[in-house]
Structures are given as C-alpha cells and as structure tokens.
C-alpha cells in the first residue's frame, strides 16, 4: 500500500455551479486579511458543513462561541461541500455486499441504517430552522442500465433483507415498469427509495452564518501549514500551535474537518485517505425536462458499480446537475488517473462529454443537435472527495495526539454521513461516548483500525 503526499488545497479552484450562485454570501471571505487570534480553546480546520456543523454542535452543547475559530484555507466553504452534486441520497441496500466483507454483517446493518437516518436528520433539521438551501425531499432511483448490475443489485437487495434489514421503503421496478418510473428507456429495472437533494454552498453558508452571528471567528484565505505541540504543554494539559500564513494559534482542542486533505496535517492517515477528483455538470433542459415535466426523483444511472452518472433537477430553477465519477471505463487511462491529482482549479474534458453523451442517450431529446440556444451543458467544475481504503470516514480523537480529533474521509458521500458525524465528534469533544453519538462502530479512528488498514485490508463501495 503506497501513500502519497498531500499538499494544501490548490489556491485558484475553479467556481462551482453552487459558488457562483452565492457570491453574496457576507462571510464569503472574511477575515481574509486579519491576523489570526495568539489563542482559542476549540480550534476547527475546514469550513465545509462538517467542519461548520461541528462548531454549530459544539455552541448547541454549550461552548461558547467566542472559544471557537475556524480556519480555511481559501474561502468559505470552498471544498466539496460547495462542489458536490447536490444529492442527499442515503445508500438503501447497494452497498451491503462490500461493506459486510470489510466490516461483518452488522456494521454493514449499521452503516446502511445510519444513512437513512442522516437523510431525516438533515429533512427535519432544514425544515425546524426555516434553511434555505433548496432542500427537495423526494425520492431516488438506482437505474440498473445493464443486465449485470441489475444482477448484482438483486444480489445486494437479497443479502440485505435476508440479514435483517429493513426493505419496506425500497420500490423495486423491472422492464417496462421501469422505463416508465425513470423515464430512461434503456432501464432494465430499477430501485427507489426515499432521498433528496439541496443547495449544498447554502447549508454550509447558513451554518456557518449562525455561529459567526454568535461569535465564532472565521478565518478565510488562511491555510493551516502545520499542527505542533506547544512548549508550553506540561503533562496532562497539553496544547497546540497551529502555524498559518498569518500567525499562530494556540489551542487545546483541535478538529481536522479537512476530508480528504487531512493527511497533510495528519500523515499517519496518508495511507488510509486519498483524494480523488470527481467532476460535475450544470444542464438547461429542453421543454421535454422543464415545467411540469421536470424529474421529480433524483437517480444514479448505474452500468457498473463503478460505472454510473448521478442526475438531480433543481426545483427552484429547473438545472440538472449531472455528477460524474473520473473513474470509469468508457474514459481513456489518462482520463482516468488524471482523477488522482488533487486540483479543483481544472475539469477533464474527456468526462465531461462522456458525462454529456451518457445523459443524451438515457434522454434523446437532450442531444445537442435537438436543443435551443440558451438549453444543454452550462458549467462544469471538479472537487476533491476523500476516499479511505474501508469505505467509511474517520470520526473520533487521534490517541496519539492528545486533544486532536478528526471528522473526515467521506468516500463522496458527505450529504449522506455528515450529519450524524459532525454531531457525533461534537458529542466526544463535550465528554460523551461513543454510544454516545449512535455512530456505526467501524467509523471510529482507532490504533486497532489503523493497524488491520496497514495490513492491507480495503475495498470500495462508489
């Protein structure tokens, strides 16, 4: 198992669809040119929604907001969480397979059920707090394009039920049935299940506006270069110098919400945390996708468990995102390595007309020869997602570092985990348990997790 060494992120990203529609955002770049405080309690890095949801979670158990600082390294919220795909789309089965082979059939139970949970956490919470974010509760469709991953979904789906878990939410179409949920002529069946999807630049936003109204300090365009011991620490009270471009702050609790930058901080998960490129798509429909006939469901039209193309339609303006994996097999090699340079600040054109051409053939009438001016491909852009070597994030405190915590590794599935993990570390940081945060078990960072990945033990699930 080779590692590789991470940098920062890259300081010119490209703009995200979701970016350029909040260029309002007041705190956008705050603090960008102030020095940074000589000393805070609770330090966060990364200003993503984990790292946002954190601080909101630790000021709802009772931290003061004042004893909160958040460093980003450009500006806020810039990371994934501002260049997804826009889906909140729990797994509901798909992965069972994969996950009981790496964790045992009861974590695999575990962190399915924890996905439908996170989908109704993030439901309730946006609609308790007014959130707008463009969250569209609906449903999603796993559309098998191919005979074999038809077959293997059936497998999944058998596996799943056959272990205890639940089904009764899950729909299951085949042949003609199919075509006419999905609308995708070449559906050979498929599956759905309750999901949804946002505005994610905007729920990153609104989290980050309620602490900073309270009084947490967030510092833009302020990388985090290293985390060291201070001098100062003496026995069991042990403190940390965090070193940016524009000071250094002391701190005695520090959280890595960095995804799938935390190893540049954290090299001891270089060999357990990787980034890896993933591309997405802005679309104007024709009349055929637009007004009443927009697609109420999201879905993952899906030739291959590494093959697929998610598809989500706004509600508030009719845009369809397309997400794209770099991996898959229709691109050329170079295409699909190029997926291991961690740089937002470019997009491979190769995925983007394979992306393009995919959507076309699922629905004729958005091939380019049939479109207006003014309707098809409108923006493309790339982001960074943290992909670990079992499939599931890093949440907990790093033993060997005293004070240090981590909340990352989100395998591009961040809208699905994010909002039980956030409040899951918030939870551990405030003196709680494990049991405490309802968190599946093989999500914990341990020293014995971290030995059996060193072993060689890994898989993927997207």
């Given at each position: 198992m080779q590692s590789q060494k991470i940098t920062l992120p890259v300081a010119n990203p490209c703009v995200s669809f979701w970016q350029q529609t909040t260029r309002s955002f007041p705190y956008l770049h705050v603090n960008q040119n102030e020095p940074v405080p000589e000393g805070s309690k609770y330090a966060i890095i990364g200003s993503g929604i984990s790292g946002a949801l954190t601080a909101y979670e630790l000021i709802q158990g009772g931290v003061?907001?004042?004893?909160?600082?958040?460093?980003?390294?450009?500006?806020?919220?810039?990371?994934?969480?501002?260049?997804?795909?826009?889906?909140?789309?729990p797994d509901a089965f798909r992965g069972f397979q994969v996950y009981k082979q790496l964790h045992g059939r009861d974590q695999a139970l575990k962190i399915i059920a924890n996905e439908k949970l996170v989908f109704h956490r993030i439901k309730d919470f946006v609609e308790e707090h007014g959130v707008r974010c463009d969250f569209n509760p609906t449903t999603t469709f796993d559309v098998c394009m191919t005979r074999e991953f038809a077959d293997f979904n059936a497998r999944s789906f058998k596996e799943y039920q056959e272990a205890g878990g639940d089904v009764s939410h899950i729909k299951f179409y085949e042949g003609e049935e199919a075509r006419k949920a999905t609308r995708v002529q070449k559906a050979f069946a498929a599956y759905e299940w309750p999901a949804g999807s946002s505005h994610p630049a905007k729920l990153a936003q609104w989290l980050l506006s309620q602490s900073i109204g309270k009084g947490v300090r967030?510092?833009?365009?302020?990388?985090?270069?290293?985390?060291?011991?201070?001098?100062?620490?003496?026995?069991?009270?042990?403190?940390?110098?965090?070193?940016?471009?524009?000071?250094?702050?002391?701190?005695?609790?520090?959280?890595?919400?960095?995804?799938?930058?935390?190893?540049?901080?954290?090299?001891?998960?270089?060999?357990?945390?990787?980034?890896?490129?993933?591309?997405?798509?802005?679309?104007?429909?024709?009349?055929?996708?637009?007004?009443?006939s927009i697609l109420p469901s999201t879905m993952s039209l899906r030739h291959s468990l590494k093959h697929f193309y998610s598809v989500a339609q706004r509600r508030p303006d009719g845009i369809i995102i397309l997400g794209s994996p770099i991996a898959n097999p229709n691109i050329s090699p170079a295409a699909a390595t190029s997926r291991l340079v961690p740089d937002d600040s470019i997009f491979n054109e190769e995925v983007r007309d394979d992306a393009v051409s995919n959507f076309e053939t699922c629905f004729p009438d958005c091939e380019k020869?049939?479109?207006?001016?003014?309707?098809?491909?409108?923006?493309?852009?790339?982001?960074?997602?943290?992909?670990?070597?079992?499939?599931?994030?890093?949440?907990g405190k790093i033993e060997s570092l005293?004070?240090?915590?981590?909340?990352?590794g989100f395998n591009g599935h961040g809208m699905a985990r994010i909002f039980t993990c956030a409040p899951g570390i918030a939870k551990l940081i405030l003196g709680g348990s494990w049991n405490d945060t309802g968190l599946p078990e093989c999500f914990e960072i341990t020293e014995e997790r971290l030995e059996r990945l060193q072993k060689g033990v890994s898989g993927s699930v997207f």
């Amino acid at each position: 198992m080779q590692s590789q060494k991470i940098t920062l992120p890259v300081a010119n990203p490209c703009v995200s669809f979701w970016q350029q529609t909040t260029r309002s955002f007041p705190y956008l770049h705050v603090n960008q040119n102030e020095p940074v405080p000589e000393g805070s309690k609770y330090a966060i890095i990364g200003s993503g929604i984990s790292g946002a949801l954190t601080a909101y979670e630790l000021i709802q158990g009772g931290v003061p907001a004042g004893d909160i600082v958040i460093f980003e390294a450009r500006e806020a919220a810039s990371g994934a969480s501002s260049r997804n795909a826009g889906h909140v789309r729990p797994d509901a089965f798909r992965g069972f397979q994969v996950y009981k082979q790496l964790h045992g059939r009861d974590q695999a139970l575990k962190i399915i059920a924890n996905e439908k949970l996170v989908f109704h956490r993030i439901k309730d919470f946006v609609e308790e707090h007014g959130v707008r974010c463009d969250f569209n509760p609906t449903t999603t469709f796993d559309v098998c394009m191919t005979r074999e991953f038809a077959d293997f979904n059936a497998r999944s789906f058998k596996e799943y039920q056959e272990a205890g878990g639940d089904v009764s939410h899950i729909k299951f179409y085949e042949g003609e049935e199919a075509r006419k949920a999905t609308r995708v002529q070449k559906a050979f069946a498929a599956y759905e299940w309750p999901a949804g999807s946002s505005h994610p630049a905007k729920l990153a936003q609104w989290l980050l506006s309620q602490s900073i109204g309270k009084g947490v300090r967030l510092f833009t365009h302020c990388p985090v270069t290293s985390v060291a011991k201070s001098a100062s620490s003496t026995g069991d009270q042990v403190s940390w110098d965090i070193l940016t471009p524009r000071g250094t702050t002391k701190a005695s609790t520090v959280v890595h919400c960095t995804n799938a930058f935390a190893p540049h901080l954290l090299p001891q998960l270089s060999k357990f945390i990787t980034p890896n490129r993933a591309q997405a798509h802005a679309f104007v429909p024709p009349p055929s996708l637009s007004s009443s006939s927009i697609l109420p469901s999201t879905m993952s039209l899906r030739h291959s468990l590494k093959h697929f193309y998610s598809v989500a339609q706004r509600r508030p303006d009719g845009i369809i995102i397309l997400g794209s994996p770099i991996a898959n097999p229709n691109i050329s090699p170079a295409a699909a390595t190029s997926r291991l340079v961690p740089d937002d600040s470019i997009f491979n054109e190769e995925v983007r007309d394979d992306a393009v051409s995919n959507f076309e053939t699922c629905f004729p009438d958005c091939e380019k020869a049939r479109l207006s001016h003014g309707e098809g491909l409108l923006h493309t852009w790339t982001g960074i997602i943290g992909m670990t070597t079992d499939s599931v994030p890093f949440v907990g405190k790093i033993e060997s570092l005293p004070g240090q915590w981590v909340c990352a590794g989100f395998n591009g599935h961040g809208m699905a985990r994010i909002f039980t993990c956030a409040p899951g570390i918030a939870k551990l940081i405030l003196g709680g348990s494990w049991n405490d945060t309802g968190l599946p078990e093989c999500f914990e960072i341990t020293e014995e997790r971290l030995e059996r990945l060193q072993k060689g033990v890994s898989g993927s699930v997207f």
